[in-house]
T-cell receptor, first 114, second 111 residues
Framework: AQTIHQWPVAEIKAVGSPLSLGCTIK??????LYWYWQATGGTLQQLFY??????VESVVQLNLSASRPKDDQFILSTEKLLLSHSGFYLC?????????????FGEGSRLIVV | QQKVQQSPESLIVPEGGMASLNCTSS?????YFWWYRQHSGKSPKMLM?????GEKEEGRFTVHLNKASLHTSLHIRDSQPSDSALYLC???????????FGTGTTVSVSP
């Protein structure tokens, strides 16, 4: 069975400080990987997706960057946090290829920027 | 403009009652729909998917899809307090890889 693990679970960070959020998927080879952001009670905003190692497509620029250093790992980062970065960050995976691909989410990382 | 619109924004349903949620897309490139449920403080979990015209039932949940109007609806019968959550409609675009999510409907089931 596939498992998806996100870290950290929660963070409180200062404005201007760096951030790194991670996601690991086990049990699935070459998955599509995604980062989504959710404001409290709001919709999910897609940020990045990746179909293979070393390749990342940006959907929305929010002064964030993403990388896929390994087949099973997806990293979201920034060098300088803004207050607007607060929210719930969700990593998701789907089977490789296009089409009727259900997204499966990790448990999320909650970020508060102060 | 939001490509996937949901209504109503919120809904209060008595325990044992029926909840009906709607979702429409304004983009003709949409091809498939999903419904996700997100309990407070948790991540979204896929509830049902529907890819062709018609109706699909799984337990207390029924989903309808009209591809011509790009409209899908989710119906929850015999609503339970555990059904209280944010319900998110998601759509895929032809040639796209990520899902686009609607603004959600918050369902509260009152005992």
């Amino acid at each position: 069975a596939q498992t998806i693990h996100q870290w950290p679970v929660a963070e409180i960070k200062a404005v201007g400080s760096p951030l790194s959020l991670g996601c690991t998927i086990k049990g699935k080879s070459s998955p599509n990987l995604y980062w989504y952001w959710q404001a409290t009670g709001g919709t999910l905003q897609q940020l990045f997706y990746s179909i293979t190692v070393g390749q990342v497509e940006s959907v929305v620029q929010l002064n964030l960057s993403a990388s896929r250093p390994k087949d099973d790992q997806f990293i979201l980062s920034t060098e300088k946090l803004l207050l607007s970065h607060s929210g719930f960050y969700l990593c998701a995976w789907s089977p490789p290829g296009q089409g009727r691909n259900t997204l499966y989410f990790g448990e999320g990382s909650r970020l508060i920027v102060v | 403009q939001q490509k996937v619109q949901q209504s109503p924004e919120s809904l209060i349903v008595p325990e044992g009652g029926m909840a009906s949620l709607n979702c429409t897309s304004s983009d003709r490139n949409v091809d498939y729909f999903w419904w996700y449920r997100q309990h407070s403080g948790k991540s979204p979990k896929m509830l049902m998917s529907i890819f062709s015209n018609g109706e699909k039932e799984e337990g207390r949940f029924t989903v309808h899809l009209n591809k011509a109007s790009l409209h899908t609806s989710l119906h929850i019968r015999d609503s339970q307090p555990s059904d209280s959550a944010l319900y998110l409609c998601a759509a895929s675009m032809q040639g796209g890889r990520a899902l686009i999510f609607g603004t959600g409907t918050t369902v509260s089931v009152s005992p």
